[in-house]
């Protein structure tokens, strides 16, 4: 599996656009790069995912770098209830198990 | 709400017993995942069925078994719990088992092993 590299920390405030890293150098042509969160101690959320082409749902936007080496997922106005550990990650071809990094803990200031 | 139920919603319990955790996934959704959330080993996929078969394990131990019914209902069984057992039990289920496929989580089992 594909390893991510995200930063440990990103404070971002209310009503500003929100920009998650994920390095992901090592990824395969066949693999997807999924973002999910969770907040608190819920249940990880989905967020978004894709291949290769920017990708935008009711909830954010993703952006894969043309060599697919790295992603950055924008929450375009966040709010305090953003505020939650987001992590990246490569899902391989042939399987959907998800391993989970570190992941990046956003907090959302107002 | 995901549409993932698990229960029950906490557990207290002794070292050395067994306990069993509870799953109702989503409508429709045949895969069924299980994943451990502890302090200093973050969250790790234990073990995947899909529609009643065993699709692929993580990181379980021995002394945990897992299986999916006929309705489509899993249990995660956990049995001489340990004190570094306690942590939070997520399951999780999707329509299908490939890489363009979405999970949905339910909101955890926390199991405290005293």
């Known amino acids: 599996d594909a390893k991510t590299t995200q930063p440990t920390s990103m404070d971002c405030a209310e009503g500003r656009a929100a920009n998650l890293p994920c390095n992901h150098s090592?990824?395969?042509?066949?693999?997807?790069v999924y973002w999910y969160r969770q907040i608190h101690s819920q249940g990880p959320q989905y967020i978004i995912h894709g291949l290769k082409n920017n990708e935008t749902n009711e909830m954010a936007s993703l952006i894969i770098t043309e060599d697919r080496k790295s992603s950055t997922l924008i929450l375009p106005h966040a709010t305090l209830r953003d505020t939650a550990v987001y992590y990246c990650i490569v899902v391989s071809y042939n399987t959907d198990k998800l391993i989970f990094g570190t992941g990046t803990r956003l907090q959302v200031f107002p | 709400d995901s549409g993932v139920t698990q229960t029950p919603k906490h557990l207290i319990t002794a070292t050395g017993q067994r306990v069993t955790l509870r799953c109702s996934p989503r409508?429709?959704?045949?895969?069924v995942y299980w994943y451990q959330q502890s302090l200093d080993q973050g969250l790790q996929f234990l073990i995947q069925y899909y529609n009643g078969e065993e699709r692929a394990k993580g990181n379980i131990l021995e002394r945990f078994s897992a299986q999916q019914f006929p309705d489509l209902h899993s249990e995660l069984n956990l049995s001489s719990l340990e004190l570094g057992d306690s942590a939070l039990y997520f399951c999780a289920s999707s329509v299908r088992w490939d890489n363009e496929n979405i999970q949905y989580f339910g909101a955890g089992t926390r199991l405290s092993v005293l």
């Open positions: 090592t990824i395969s042509g066949n693999e997807y």
């Open positions: 409508s429709g959704d045949l895969s």
